[in-house]
């Protein structure tokens, strides 16, 4: 069984448009990340989500909005798309937010505006 | 300036031979570093986690070192096989943040 999936694996849009995209984890743990990765392989993060509550929102602009609905879901919702936004979105999840814990990534969303 | 700067920003190595990579960070206050493996078109592998207290940490043909005083850590790869082959990210954890290295692409070549 996939330990972290998102989907669409692949989204090619249009500028303006809304898009979402869709993180599952089975591994029962309570924090999930949206990170980005662009063209120059640089993966930064984006959001984190403990127990359903945002708990680190770095600078990223309004039209992206994290949604959790319960601890295994964290999708990503993204308003009028612009060309920077095309890159790889990669969700993860780790037990807990402190110390060691080790981070699953899910495949990626390869996002491509045009 | 990355907080997380990691060298080479490439290289090939030729199969069965060793390699190391580095990195070195100023992020603070230090929690931790990870080191993870990312083959293309896949998501990151966790391959070490180092603690302050912790200076190695091997997994398999991988060991990682960790000098916290002058805030370098090290991957060596071991016998280096094709499947190695991959983009190596160090990850250094602060207080409420992730600051990621460019990453390392390794090539091996048989």
């Known amino acids: 069984d996939t330990a972290v999936s998102q989907t669409p694996k692949y989204l090619v849009t249009q500028m303006g448009n809304d898009k979402s995209i869709k993180c599952e984890q089975n591994?029962?743990?309570?924090?999930m990340y949206w990170y980005k990765q662009d063209s120059k392989k640089f993966l930064k993060i984006m959001f984190s989500?403990?127990?359903?509550?945002?708990?680190i929102n770095e600078t990223v602009p309004n039209r992206f909005s994290p949604k959790s609905p319960d601890k295994a879901h964290l999708n990503l919702h993204i308003n009028s798309l612009e060309l920077g936004d095309s890159a790889v979105y990669f969700c993860?999840?780790?037990?807990?937010?402190?110390?060691?814990?080790?981070?699953?990534f899910g495949p990626g969303t390869r996002l491509t505006v045009t | 300036k990355n907080q997380v700067e990691q060298s080479p920003q490439s290289l090939i190595i030729l199969e069965g031979k060793n390699c190391t990579l580095q990195c070195n960070y100023t992020v603070s206050p230090f929690s931790n570093l990870r080191w993870y493996k990312q083959d293309t078109g896949r998501g990151p592998v966790s391959l070490t986690i180092?603690?302050?207290?912790?200076n190695t940490k091997s997994n398999g043909r991988y060991t990682a070192t960790l000098d916290a005083d002058t805030k370098q850590s090290s991957l060596h790869i071991t016998a280096s096989q094709l499947s190695d082959s991959a983009s190596y990210i160090c990850?250094?954890?602060?207080?409420?943040?992730?600051?990621f290295g460019a990453g390392t692409q390794v090539v091996v070549t048989p």
């Open positions: 180092m603690t302050f207290s912790e």
């Open positions: 591994l029962g743990h309570d924090t």
């Open positions: 990850v250094v954890r602060a207080t409420g943040k992730f600051q």
């Open positions: 993860a999840s780790s037990q807990g937010t402190t110390g060691g814990y080790e981070q699953y």
């Open positions: 989500y403990n127990n359903k509550e945002l708990i």
